[in-house]
Structure formats: C-alpha cells, structure tokens
C-alpha cells in the first residue's frame, strides 16, 4: 500500500494539543497522526483518493469532536474524531490503523 513509506512526501504539517500530536498530510492521499515524543505512527487514515487526493490541510473541529482534510482538488472531508479520546489512546500507546 505505501501508506507509511518514508518515500510518499508530507505536505502539511502540523502539532495540536500542546505539542502532543503530530498530524502530516501525505501526497497519497493519507494523513497520520503521531506522538510528538518519537514520530511513532498512532493513526494512518486514507482521506482522499490517491490521483488527486493529496493532503493540503486537516483541521480539529473548534469542540474537537470532527476532524477536517482537505486535498490538492479542493474535496473537504469530516471525520467523527474525537481528539480528547485519541490523546488518551496516545497516552496508553494503542496504535490505530
């Protein structure tokens, strides 16, 4: 699949909750979620398809309930994401695929 290949280029990065997270949109039309201690992957999601699809921006969702991407083609998606829950999922170091 070559989701978490180090070969498939990031192109949005970004911390959230105090530095706990790590969140990349990658070119193949994924983003991951990882700990900021060691970069160790806790969450890899395919967002948008992989022509088109590549990860310009994800968001949390100001109650942090809805995580937000958007892709190279201008396509939004919401996922139900609750960021509280996975920081403690982070926290007890239960990897999420």
């Given at each position: 699949m070559g989701i978490t290949s180090p070969q498939v280029p990031a192109?949005?990065?970004r911390f959230f909750d105090g530095y706990?997270?790590?969140v990349a949109g990658?070119?193949?039309g994924t983003f991951l979620i990882k700990r900021k201690e060691?970069?160790?992957p806790h969450l890899i999601k395919l967002a948008h398809d992989r022509d088109?699809?590549?990860v310009r921006k994800v968001e949390f969702s100001h109650d942090n309930l809805m995580c937000l991407t958007c892709?190279?083609?201008g396509t939004i998606n919401s996922y139900l994401m609750d960021l509280m829950s996975l920081k403690a999922?982070?926290?007890e170091q239960e990897f999420v695929i």
């Amino acid at each position: 699949m070559g989701i978490t290949s180090p070969q498939v280029p990031a192109r949005s990065i970004r911390f959230f909750d105090g530095y706990t997270l790590f969140v990349a949109g990658l070119d193949d039309g994924t983003f991951l979620i990882k700990r900021k201690e060691n970069f160790e992957p806790h969450l890899i999601k395919l967002a948008h398809d992989r022509d088109n699809g590549t990860v310009r921006k994800v968001e949390f969702s100001h109650d942090n309930l809805m995580c937000l991407t958007c892709s190279e083609d201008g396509t939004i998606n919401s996922y139900l994401m609750d960021l509280m829950s996975l920081k403690a999922a982070v926290n007890e170091q239960e990897f999420v695929i």
